[in-house]
């Protein structure tokens, strides 16, 4: 529990948008999946997993149908639209980059002190 | 999604945003009572989880990007809701408004009818004015009208324009039905077509009609087809004697079809006109209009214009040396209502800001009893932005709905307004409601909306709440007290400034009316006369005719004496020439000049002048004797100075050799009671129309009129005179008939609109400051009740609050009556420059106008104040 970490600023619309990525899922479901994927090290607000869906869905970058669920009630089931798709492909491709990047500043660092 | 669909659907959307949130609350608490929880622990924790719904909620709406507009319905909603629960301070906000706006979109729908709308024409932003342009100036400036030749040239040989010509005319027609004078117009054949006119029945002119020697033909006004000829079709081909010649009709105007100003009737060929003016490159009487051709510009067709003049000028350097030709937009010509105009929309205007401060007034006193409402709403969480936003909502919606009403109201009142304007207000056919009247009345809507809302709406409360929320009313009162008397000095100022306005128009208007008009203007007919055309083929026959028409009005029981005149005071027509008082003229253009006037010797008595020195003409004054003029007191100063006038010879512009100044009469008011000071020429000379140079002769007696002093009521002889003018040949006709009283009248028409306007505008300003300053009183007394109470249970009386009362709306009164004073100065030099024969703002104006004032404010003071002055001392105290 000490070692959750918050998000970056506008990681979580990358996240949601890979796990919408995966094929129609529901807002709670999402919040389960960022969880266990992350080993519960990312630690997601409820409270804003919904207004960001809101936000992605009015961005036109998440579409939503209502269905049931395995156990037969009705959920909002959000998926990705093409734009979404797009959206996704550029924002992880920077986020490696981002990533790899960082990764080699830290490591030099470490080289410099040894 | 859009935004409308969204508004529409927002209860379907809140709905499925609450089933999400239920739905995620409940799967995470089956699924942490799978964990082995216990169902209220689990409920609990998912709770916690998941967060405040309704600050989730909030959160996702603002999400949806559509907030504003959920702000916007919810504040309508609210804004409509308080209203509906005070409907008495609704109705008086709505009716001030919408008198408010309702009067200012009377005056701006007759000012875009009148002055804003283009011409009635098609494709109106392609038509120009060519006028000829000389390098030098007379005291008319450097335009003139275009000569028919230059006209020729023009047309000719421009590649850009569209070139048409047309004049004035007027003459007798004679046949089918009475004789009767009609006004007319000589155009080009290609004048209707450039105008976009098509004609209501048979045919425009063509090339061929419009040459000397062509068979005559007419196009008849729509009216002139229904009076005469019954609106038959079979008028086409028909006869039509005008001015003792037949013409043939070709064709029949649209109804409402105008050609410069006042409706004329009989339309002719202009190239038909046998005048030898047409010929002469020096008589300008021909105005032209032309159509910028497809992809014309107007600056490509003023070059080619300058070219054309310049080559005319080398070839023809008598006539053309130093002119040009100038090509103009052409607009309107609406003459000087201009002015008029825009001055009563300047009034209006003030009496629609004196409404706003009264709403905004009437607004505020709401707001600052809302203030501890506002404040608990900031204290909840709303932001000043949000709450500055609801209270402009309300006065939006305010706002709009008075200027809903009126324009309702100018819809009614805009035919009457114009029925009522003196004279005849030109274009008054084009003065209706469009869309660029309800743009207006939208805007002057939201903007008085804004006006009186916002200083309401940014009183809301940001900061230290804490006391507000804490504190009784009683404490807050003193802090609007400064704007509510903002808005009441405001309110006087501007009253202040209409009521001195028709304070000087009424004092303008009573010294106007008492004026000594130099004649006796009781039971004076005055009329245009029209010779029968037959007579006007050479000088003698139009001498006899004269004497003849003389001779039988004459004649006719009731009458006193008759004389013909060619300028009658007071009517529109003038004549000023040249004058010189020894044989070395100075150059034209810098003479002094005077009024020039020719009559017959029965005028002095007719006119009643006052004959000052030497005679005035008579029967022995004619063609061959001694030329002789009388002249006014005026001329005999200006021109000889303090030396005896009579006997004194004078060179005038008319052809005459040097005259013989017999005789002085005083001062006549021909420029109109109110214009006559302030004439440009004020000098007068009579000369005997029995001397007038035989190549003038027929000219002038096409200007002249008669007039004829009457024993009896001037209207009962009309009849028997028309009668005995018409003559063998009943071709001879009187028209513009007019009573000198009735001209007298009519020249003072403006100052006496103006005045009634503006007196009712002060009126009106007078009762919504009135009301005002009762609003306020009412409110600020109301707030200080606990306080007259304090001060009556120690011992004051009620005479004493009542001054209390009225000191504070004294204050008041005397500054804004300070403001108003210098703003009312500035307001009268704006007068004095627009309306003819104002005076400045004199002391006494302000003397009359601001008790007046001063009294009603006091007044509608006293009423709060004496209810303040009756308070009971202990339940004053128990409102704490």
New interface residues.
């Given amino acids: 529990m000490t070692s959750k970490s918050d998000l970056p600023q506008g990681t979580l619309d990358l996240l949601i948008l890979k796990i919408a990525a995966l094929g129609p899922v529901?807002?709670?479901a999402i919040?389960?999946r960022l969880q266990q994927v992350s080993r519960d090290v990312v630690q997601v607000?409820?409270?804003?997993l919904?207004?960001?869906l809101?936000?992605l869905e009015?961005r036109g970058l998440l579409a939503a149908d209502?269905k049931e669920t395995e156990t037969g009630?009705?959920?909002?089931f959000y998926r990705l639209t093409r734009k979404g798709r797009a959206q996704l492909e550029t924002e992880t491709a920077s986020w490696q980059r981002l990533a790899e990047a960082v990764g080699l500043i830290l490591r030099l660092s470490e080289g410099g002190a040894e | 999604m859009n935004w409308w669909h969204r508004l529409l659907r927002r209860g379907q959307m809140e709905e499925q945003l609450n089933k999400e949130l239920r739905f995620h609350l409940e799967q995470h608490t089956a699924d942490l009572i799978a964990l082995g929880h216990d169902p209220g622990e689990a409920l609990r924790q998912a709770r916690l989880a998941l967060g405040g719904p309704e600050q989730v909620k909030e959160q996702c709406r603002d999400a949806r990007g559509t907030r504003w507009l959920d702000d916007l319905w919810q504040d309508f909603r609210y804004a409509l809701r308080t209203l509906r629960q005070k409907p008495g301070f609704a109705a008086v906000a709505l009716l001030t408004l919408a008198l408010g706006i309702g009067a200012t979109t009377v005056m701006f729908t007759v000012i875009n009818g009148v002055l804003l709308k283009p011409l009635s024409y098609a494709q109106p932003d392609r038509l120009v004015l060519l006028q000829e342009q000389t390098d030098w100036s007379t005291q008319w400036g450097d335009l003139w009208a275009f000569t028919y030749p230059n006209y020729l040239d023009c047309r000719r040989e421009s590649s850009s324009l569209d070139i048409a010509a047309w004049r004035f005319t007027g003459g007798t027609v004679t046949e089918p039905g009475e004789a009767d004078y009609v006004n007319g117009r000589q155009v080009s054949s290609e004048l209707l077509p450039l105008l976009g006119v098509s004609l209501a029945r048979g045919r425009g002119f063509r090339p061929e009609d419009d040459r000397l020697g062509a068979p005559p033909v007419v196009i008849i006004s729509y009216g002139l087809w229904q009076r005469r000829f019954a609106g038959s079709p079979e008028a086409i081909g028909r006869p039509l004697v005008f001015d003792g010649k037949p013409y043939t009709v070709a064709g029949v105007l649209p109804a409402g079809f105008r050609l410069g100003g006042d409706d004329a009737d009989v339309f002719t060929p202009l190239g038909q006109d046998t005048s030898p003016n047409m010929q002469n490159r020096e008589a300008h009487r021909i105005r032209v209009w032309a159509r910028l051709k497809p992809g014309a510009t107007l600056s490509a067709a003023q070059a080619e214009l300058a070219l054309v003049g310049r080559r005319l000028a080398e070839q023809y350097p008598k006539s053309n040396k130093g002119r040009t030709f100038i090509a103009q937009p052409l607009r309107p010509d609406v003459g000087d209502v201009g002015s008029t105009l825009w001055l009563l929309l300047g009034a209006v205007s003030l009496v629609l800001l004196i409404a706003c401060a009264n709403v905004a007034s009437l607004l505020l006193a709401r707001a600052v009893s809302r203030e501890r409402e506002l404040a608990m709403r900031v204290a909840l969480g709303a932001g000043r932005s949000r709450l500055v936003r609801q209270c402009l909502t309300e006065s939006a919606l305010l706002g709009l709905t008075g200027g809903v009403l009126g324009v309702l109201l100018a819809a009614i009142g805009v035919r009457p307004f114009v029925t009522f304007w003196p004279g005849s207000l030109p274009r008054a056919e084009e003065v209706w409601l469009d869309w660029r009247v309800l743009l207006f009345a939208l805007g002057a809507s939201l903007a008085s909306g804004l006006l009186f809302g916002l200083a309401p709406a940014l009183r809301a409360p940001v900061r230290n709440l804490e006391p507000i929320l804490r504190a009784g009313a009683r404490t807050v009162a003193g802090s609007s007290r400064r704007l509510h008397s903002g808005f009441v000095i405001s309110e006087i100022a501007l009253a202040v400034v209409l009521l001195v306005a028709a304070g000087m128009l009424g004092r303008t208007m009573l010294r106007l009316s008492l004026l000594d008009p130099g004649v006796n203007l009781r039971n004076v007919l005055t009329a245009r006369t029209a010779l029968s055309p037959a007579t006007l083929a050479n000088t003698g026959r139009i001498r006899t005719a004269w004497d003849d028409i003389l001779d039988r009005m004459r004649r006719v029981p009731g009458v006193e004496a008759v004389a013909m005149v060619d300028t009658v005071p007071m009517r529109e027509g003038n004549n000023p020439i040249g004058y010189a008082t020894t044989p070395a003229a100075p150059p034209a253009g810098k003479q002094p000049l005077v009024l020039a006037n020719s009559v017959t010797p029965e005028y002095l008595k007719v006119m009643g002048l006052r004959l000052l020195e030497g005679r005035f003409f008579d029967d022995q004054d004619r063609m061959g004797s001694q030329s002789v003029v009388v002249i006014d007191e005026v001329m005999a100063r200006q021109a000889f100075g303090g030396q005896e006038p009579v006997g004194k010879h004078l060179w005038i512009d008319l052809g005459m050799d040097p005259v013989t100044v017999v005789g002085v009469v005083g001062h006549v008011r021909y420029w109109g009671l109110a214009g006559d000071d302030q004439a440009r020429v004020r000098a007068q000379l009579y000369y005997p129309f029995a001397q007038v140079p035989d190549k003038y002769l027929r000219r002038w007696s096409e200007l002249m009129s008669v007039a004829v002093r009457t024993g009896i009521e001037p209207e009962n002889m009309i009849e028997p005179l028309r009668h005995a003018v018409r003559a063998v040949t009943n071709d001879q006709v009187l028209y513009e008939v007019n009573t000198l009283e009735k001209l007298a009248g009519d020249s003072l028409a403006r100052q006496r609109f103006l005045l009634l306007l503006f007196g009712i505008f002060a009126g009106l300003a007078l009762l919504l400051a009135s009301i005002g300053i009762y609003g306020v009183l009412a409110y600020l007394t109301s707030r200080r009740v606990p306080e007259f109470g304090v001060r009556m249970a120690l011992g004051a009386s009620a005479r004493d609050v009542v001054w209390l009362v009225l000191r504070q709306s004294l204050g008041m009164i005397f500054l804004g009556v300070g403001v108003g004073i210098s703003a009312a100065l500035a307001a009268g030099r704006v007068l004095r420059r627009l309306v003819e024969g104002m005076q400045a703002t004199g002391p006494s104006t302000f003397a009359i106008m601001i008790p007046v004032l001063v009294v009603a404010a006091l007044f509608a003071s006293f009423l709060p104040a004496r209810r303040a002055s009756r308070v009971e001392p202990m339940n004053a105290l128990r409102q704490e």
């Fill in positions: 529901h807002g709670y919040a389960q607000p409820q409270g804003s919904y207004p960001a809101h936000r009015n209502w009630r009705e959920a909002k």
